[in-house]
């Protein structure tokens, strides 16, 4: 039996299904889990159906139908109620998803992941993992394009996936050309104006605007020994403290000074000479993110988080986290050292 005919057998067999993706959630994962919310919800209208994001509400989704349904939580391994399936979208390691994936791993339903990136999987019931496909909500529409119906809500949902993961199409291959004519389709039938579009969705906080200078000022500009010269930049914890900025906040910030909303911000991989770099995101639990980004024969960042064994994702966007192991409270110069540390011993692989 073929994927989607499993996934629809899965779906009518459920009496449950929650609905999640990653935390720190781009446009790909917002995409991907309304898209798969209204396809279930057009095809089986009775099914019991939650969609559960671990994380704070991000307003600039607003606009999104279905966007109000999705329930933000501490955790949502903690939050999975009577569910006996559950569909995991844009990451196929448990640990994106939850603070506690060892509770994940105890669920006893099923279990389903649609993802497109390239690290190793964890162990799904059924999953279709595609890393040549551009974004998840790319391979969910070729998936079930045809057995429902793109209505303008579906075609918008999808269509904002498409549009993050490709980079407003900057990061296209040849073998991406597909991606066109999806895009026509979605398009025209969401009678989609893409300028007028994105004014719904992409804007920042005065707020934000504010951590992004604050990272614009800590930019270092380094070389190490045998690695490409890369850029990076952090906000100090204190400052966060004290303007009581959330995490969603600060990972908004990181995402524009990476390039992640395609039509501002960037400061990654677009200083000359510097062909890769990352951000580090202080969490309020004592724990740093690494979002990283580099250019094409630059350094791989996804082996670069994978052999760090703190993260993963693209050979061009990845991340992963330093824990702070429940006592101590990371600071950037401990990140910094940990990570310089490794490029010391160990050599970049380009690609």
């Not at 073998?175 to 066109?180: A, G």
């Not at 677009?270 to 580090?280: A, C, H, Q």
Request: with cysteine; charged share 25%.
């Amino acid at each position: 039996m073929d994927f989607k005919s499993e996934f629809f057998n899965l779906i009518e067999k459920a009496n449950s299904i929650v609905i999640t993706s990653h935390t720190s959630p781009d446009d790909d994962s917002i995409g991907s889990i309304l898209s798969v919310f209204q396809i279930i919800k057009q095809k089986y209208p009775q099914k019991k159906l939650r969609a559960v994001q671990t994380g704070e509400k991000i307003d600039r989704y607003n606009y999104f139908e279905n966007y109000q349904s999705v329930e933000f939580v501490l955790d949502m391994a903690d939050s999975l109620g009577d569910a006996d399936l559950l569909i995991f979208l844009d990451g196929l390691k448990q640990s994106r998803f939850s603070k506690n994936p060892d509770k994940l791993s105890k669920f006893t339903g099923k279990t389903v992941c649609i993802d497109h990136h390239s690290s190793s999987p964890d162990n799904f019931d059924l999953s279709l993992i595609d890393a040549l496909s551009m974004s998840t909500c790319g391979l969910i529409y070729r998936l079930f394009n045809k057995d429902i119906e793109i209505t303008k809500p579906l075609a918008e949902s999808l269509f904002l996936g498409i549009l993050g993961d490709s980079g407003n199409y900057g990061f296209i291959r040849p073998s991406d050309i597909e991606i066109f004519d999806i895009s026509k389709d979605l398009v025209t039938k969401g009678q989609i104006n893409i300028q007028e579009f994105q004014s719904k969705y992409n804007f920042i906080s005065e707020r934000i605007f504010a951590l992004f200078q604050e990272l614009i000022k800590n930019t270092q500009f380094v070389q190490i020994e045998n690695w490409p010269k890369f850029n990076y930049s952090f906000i100090e914890r204190e400052y966060l403290e004290k303007e009581k900025f959330s995490d969603s906040e600060a990972n908004i910030a990181s995402a524009l000074y990476v390039g992640d909303f395609p039509t501002m911000g960037n400061f990654v991989r677009t200083v000359k000479d510097y062909s890769w770099g990352f951000t580090l995101t202080l969490k309020q639990n004592g724990s740093c993110s690494i979002s990283l980004r580099s250019l094409p024969s630059s350094v791989n960042v996804r082996l670069l988080m994978e052999q760090m064994q703190i993260g993963g994702g693209h050979d061009r966007a990845a991340g992963g986290t330093f824990l702070s192991n429940g006592q101590a409270i990371l600071q950037p110069n401990e990140c910094l050292e940990k990570l310089f540390k490794w490029m010391k011993e160990n050599q970049p692989v380009l690609s």
